[in-house]
């Protein structure tokens, strides 16, 4: 992806899902759309910076679609692709590992 | 985990399986021990010191154990604990999604 060479499937993978925010805004979005201001309230830790680069990347990647709603006041809303939502069985083995891990 | 705050589940697992390093030492030694030497050889871009630095994070975390042999000439074994293995299962759905997505 974007010219990178990797080691493997899991190798790309981990590039869309590996970072933190990365893979907590796919986590997010499993519900449905969210605005960017929904997103900063559930990530608290995250700044307005971090957030949008990250956003950015994942639209890039073709994991997320960015709708902009031309209204006004601005609306703009995040949502999974259809590659993005195949991504989610990783991520509901990741919780049930999650939930195991953190009561042991 | 050692005193981080985590957002949820998903957070908690990325946290061990999101690094690129951490997550390929994870699935390099899905079909069981390996040496140092192994690993490098088979991650080819990792240096030893990124090498030895996620092999150590990885046994802090419970995911991997360290054997030394204590032979002549030295010998040490990386493996996965059964936390460890269990993680083998995310790393699957992340077989699966990076080759029907390099394919796409």
């Not at 990797?6 to 969210?34: E, F, H, N």
């Not at 209204?71 to 990741?94: A, C, D, H, W």
């Amino acid at each position: 992806m974007n010219g990178a060479i990797y080691y493997c499937p899991v190798d790309l993978t981990l590039s869309v899902v590996g970072g933190r925010w990365q893979g907590l805004i796919v986590w997010a979005l499993r519900g449905g759309p969210k605005r960017f201001s929904e997103l900063k309230r559930e990530l608290v830790a995250v700044n307005d910076k971090m957030l949008s680069q990250t956003l950015k990347l994942l639209v890039e990647q073709g994991i997320v679609t960015r709708t902009d709603f031309q209204s006004v006041p601005p609306k703009v809303e995040y949502n999974l692709t259809e590659n993005g939502r195949q991504l989610l069985v990783i991520f509901e083995k990741m919780e049930a590992w999650g939930t195991h891990y953190s009561e042991a």
